[in-house]
């Protein structure tokens, strides 16, 4: 395969992710499935950072073009003051929950 025909390809959407804890903190992560990622951590089978207090709350995604860029905004994210976590966590509405639905 040509690199031509590699670039027509569209690439994989990766994600960047937030997960809470059961002690309030925010753990950041990245994967090509974020929902199926957290139920991982929250077997106990994801990060070793949940060991000590267990995974509670999917609290943010944001989609990537691909793996390169989820690795780099994740970096970015890590760096950010717990604050400026939270004010993300704050502004994400999950489409796949019913939690943001209003039936009337």
């Known amino acids: 395969m040509s690199a031509e025909s590699r670039s027509d390809i569209p690439c994989k959407p990766w994600f960047v992710y937030l997960v809470r804890a059961a002690n309030g903190s925010l753990y950041c992560g990245i994967s090509d499935d974020p929902h199926r990622r957290f139920q991982k951590h929250q077997s106990g089978k994801g990060a070793r950072f949940f060991c000590s207090s267990p995974a509670v709350a ?17 970096r970015l994210i890590k760096k950010l003051r717990k604050s400026a976590k939270e004010a993300l966590a704050a502004t994400f509405i999950d489409p796949s929950s019913s939690e943001h639905l209003v039936i009337s």
């Open 58 to 74: 999917l609290v943010y995604i944001e989609s990537c073009r691909d793996k390169g860029e989820a690795l780099r905004q994740e």
